[in-house]
T-cell receptor
């Protein structure tokens, strides 16, 4: 089955800095890669996603890049703010399915 | 438009007991999946229901079972509870085979003592 590895497990940055979280996946049949933000005690919320036919997608301060050949995808957050502090999860889904395999998460702490 | 509704929000059970968790999907969604999220870990897929049948199953023992009703709502049952079953149980609803429509509920926190 699919295996998703996520790094780093924790990331501390100063407000205004950029943050990058990286994931790798194993199943070449995966074609949908979402990123979720989960605040303490809350549900995972989709913040951005990318499909395998696209190399990069941007939404304001957040961007995701995908390298299908290397099976890597990354989340980039620019101009970080304290409210960006949360746990971020990457995930992958196979074509034709609506189930997700998650990474173990990255705790992002943005200090004022 | 209500999102995914789960109940109960918190519960405490004793080892060996049985528990039932409930989920009402987002309006218009026909597929329900359940995930287990242990503390400090990512959610792990338990199983998925579509048209009242279990369509996919993750690596979980038979102690974990479920049901989907004609109105698309779902239940997760766990028998013979173990301490290791303590976790946040997330219900996610979606349209059939459309991962971009996945929407998570707030979850049910289960503590086994």
């Amino acid at each position: 089955g699919e295996n998703v590895e996520q790094h780093p497990s924790t990331l501390s940055v100063q407000e205004g800095d950029s943050a990058v979280i990286k994931c790798t996946y194993s199943d070449s049949a995966s074609n949908y890669f979402p990123w979720y933000k989960q605040e303490l005690g809350k549900r995972p919320q989709l913040i951005i996603d990318i499909r395998s036919n696209v190399g990069e997608k941007k939404d304001q301060r957040i961007a995701v890049t995908l390298n299908k050949t290397a099976k890597h995808f990354s989340l980039h957050i620019t101009e970080t703010q304290p409210e960006d502090s949360a746990v971020y999860f990457c995930a992958a889904s196979r074509s034709g399915y609506s189930t997700l395999t998650f990474g173990k998460g990255t705790m992002l702490l943005v200090s004022p | 438009d209500a999102g995914v509704t789960q109940s109960p929000t918190h519960l405490i059970k004793t080892r060996g007991q049985q528990v039932t968790l409930r989920c009402s999907p987002k309006s218009g969604h026909d597929t329900v999946s359940w995930y287990q999220q242990a503390l400090g870990q990512g959610p792990q897929f338990i199983f998925q229901y579509y048209e009242e049948e279990e369509r996919q199953r993750g690596n979980f023992p038979d102690r974990f079972s479920g049901h989907q009703f004609p109105n698309y709502s779902s239940e997760l049952n766990v028998n013979a509870l173990l301490l290791g079953d303590s976790a946040l149980y997330l219900c996610a609803s979606s349209l059939d085979r459309s991962p971009s429509t996945i929407y998570f509920g707030e979850g049910s926190w289960l503590t086994v003592v």
